[in-house]
């Protein structure tokens, strides 16, 4: 939930706190509540910190500024324990000196408890948080063993729930300490530096290679050296891998937002997420998956476990996969998933799906499913995340860096490697659906150059978005694979415009929603492919006379050459023909595209929206 920064090296293009404060930029996505540095100052750490974005971090710095210094830790904060505020805000500071800062991302769960025994011994605390609790706890181990990394395997052992922790100590100069429990944290591996981060993003500007950290691992960084430890004690080693993609890749790239860059990526995030996953003869290869062929023809249910935009990504998922593998398939929210005694046994293929990889509902739902025996797969766009790692086996989506909150571009490859795997699994099991593999993959191959197509057509409907800025409520209406899309459609127009929405099976209008339908009431139809089966086109053109007949104003996404929706359309919205299965990765588009430019006409802010974070990290 929150982001986190360490540094120690040389000075790069200014101090220690230049390298931290461009990875909070990087990492402000994951949490903007505050933020806050720790430096060493001889012997003693200057803290900066202050609620609120980072801007007022830096006027904080400016105003009274750092001094130079090759060891620093920074924190963009999403506010868990005790509100946004200055003395909420991280580092904090630990021991009767003061002398040791730490930084926390997660949620200790007997905190509570650790406090009262602390403040039994006399410490007094500054803050509302469980991060502080850790603090002190380091530093007492601290002052009994002398060393930054012992303290903090001290710590760690009375601690629970999930964390990731980075101390300085003002006695060890030149050393960085982290330790991570269900929470991210890699590790940026340079030359006479080295760097800690939430994610990659944290240091790519300086390094693209990067180290993943298994479960309850301690690491300790030095200019020129990285050790790895566990829980327990024991010498550990790190997995080293490149990252492929650079800077760049993580900056507007000219574009007024994020969210508007990640929506213009999405014919890459569609196509990288494809690459090298055939053969010469097209057949699917996914190598990666680790689980024998043999089990997974023996596969007698899916359960697709997501949250949010993923669990919407996993809907879409459900229609084609059943389709192709006539294995039954269920979309279960994560955080519902484990709690409601889910019938699972070693048949069950359960996918999990999260851009991170690091969300706890989904984390802890893939941790039931293992226990229950089942087959593990976890769809995922971060390498090293813990997600995969908790997972019998991973299938790597290849969108790039989101950074934006509302995700766009991870929702399409989500998508795409959903397709991938339920391909794969009825090539592997053959029957009618091994027939279609080749063909969809053909028709797969040509969805990034479509969706160009669908991003080219947009400014009819950036007119519409600015045009309805001042609307108080959108309904969104779909069948069949447009009944997900209607209910993302609806997601984002909440998440950054914060306004009414609400998506709908069309088919549910009867019986119930279309009381809601009165005279100017905006209202998206996504209408199926005339190819889709169960004349499903036909009932959907009738759904939209319903609603025009009371008044609503209709905007109708619908195919190339679909003339049926004219007469009954207040405004077309055109994506090229597809298969129908496929339609959600261009249907999609136009109501990111509606939502992104409503918000802005708001003067939103569309990359950090109000109450949300990047990456939920917390039950």
Not at 57 to 70: K, Q, S
Not at 150 to 162: I, P, S
Not at 526 to 552: F, M, W, Y
Request: charged share 20%; with cysteine; net charge negative.
């Amino acid at each position: 939930m929150c982001g986190i920064v360490g540094y120690v090296g040389p000075t790069q293009n200014g101090t220690a706190s230049d390298v931290v404060m461009e990875g909070l930029a990087r990492l402000e996505y994951r949490g903007y509540d505050s933020a806050g540095i720790a430096t060493l100052d001889g012997d003693t750490v200057a803290i900066r910190k202050r609620s609120g974005k980072l801007i007022n971090l830096r006027a904080e710095i400016d105003a009274h500024p750092l001094p130079p210094t090759t060891t620093a830790i920074g924190h963009t904060r999403w506010a868990t324990h005790g509100g946004p505020t200055d003395n909420n805000a991280h580092p904090h500071r630990g021991g009767f000196d003061g002398r040791l800062a730490l930084i926390h991302n997660g949620i200790i769960e007997n905190f509570h408890s650790l406090k009262t025994r602390l403040v039994d011994t006399g410490v007094s605390f500054s803050s509302e948080t469980d991060t502080e609790v850790a603090a002190h706890l380091v530093a007492a181990a601290y002052e009994r063993t002398g060393d930054l990394t012992e303290a903090m395997r001290a710590a760690v052992a009375h601690l629970e729930g999930a964390f990731t922790l980075l101390a300085i100590h003002a006695d060890q100069p030149g050393v960085v300490v982290g330790a991570r429990r269900n929470s991210p944290l890699v590790v940026g591996l340079g030359e006479g530096a080295n760097y800690l981060g939430s994610d990659v993003a944290a240091f790519i500007g300086h390094t693209r290679e990067a180290m993943e950290l298994g479960q309850d691992q301690i690491v300790t960084i030095t200019p020129t050296s990285v050790s790895v430890i566990g829980f327990d004690g024991t010498p550990a080693e790190g997995k080293a891998y490149h990252v492929d993609w650079d800077a760049a890749a993580a900056e507007k790239g000219g574009f007024p937002s994020f969210m508007e860059k990640e929506i213009q990526d999405q014919p890459h995030a569609v196509g990288d997420t494809l690459l090298g996953r055939t053969d010469a003869q097209g057949r699917l290869m996914l190598d990666e998956l680790r689980i024998s062929e043999e089990s997974l023809r023996e596969v007698t249910k899916i359960v697709i476990i997501a949250c949010g935009t993923s669990s919407y990504a996993g809907m879409v998922a459900k229609y084609a996969i059943e389709h192709w593998t006539r294995i039954p398939c269920e979309v279960e929210l994560a955080h519902e998933f484990r709690y409601r005694d889910p019938v699972v046994d070693q048949r069950t293929l359960v996918i999990s799906l999260s851009q991170s990889g690091e969300t706890m509902d989904t984390l802890m739902a893939v941790k039931h499913a293992n226990e229950l025996g089942a087959l593990t797969v976890a769809i995922c766009n971060t390498h090293g995340s813990t997600i995969p790692r908790e997972s019998d086996a991973v299938l790597y989506t290849h969108a790039g860096p989101e950074i934006a909150v509302a995700s766009t571009k991870a929702f399409v490859a989500q998508i795409t490697a959903c397709y991938l795997l339920g391909l794969y699994l009825a090539q592997l099991r053959g029957g009618a659906g091994a027939g279609q593999v080749q063909q969809v993959m053909r028709d797969l191959h040509d969805i990034p150059a479509k969706i160009e197509t669908v991003l080219g057509r947009m400014d009819r409907v950036r007119e519409i978005a600015r045009f309805m800025a001042d609307t108080r409520s959108v309904l969104f209406l779909g069948r069949h694979v447009g009944f997900p899309i209607a209910l993302e459609g609806a997601l984002k127009l909440k998440e950054i415009a914060y306004i009414h929405a609400e998506g709908f099976a069309a088919g549910e209008l009867k019986h119930g929603p279309i009381a809601l339908i009165e005279p100017g009431q905006p209202v998206f139809v996504i209408v199926p492919s005339p190819q889709t089966p169960h004349d499903l086109h036909a009932k959907v053109v009738s759904n939209i006379q319903e609603i025009r007949a009371r008044g609503a104003r209709t905007l109708v996404i619908a195919h190339d050459g679909d003339d049926d929706v004219v007469p009954f359309a207040d405004e077309v919205i055109r994506v090229p023909e597809c298969p129908p299965l496929l339609a959600p990765l261009l249907t999609i588009v136009p109501l990111q595209v509606f939502a992104c430019e409503l918000a802005s006409a708001k003067g939103l802010d569309v990359d950090q929206p109000r109450n949300l974070a990047k990456s939920v990290t917390v039950e």
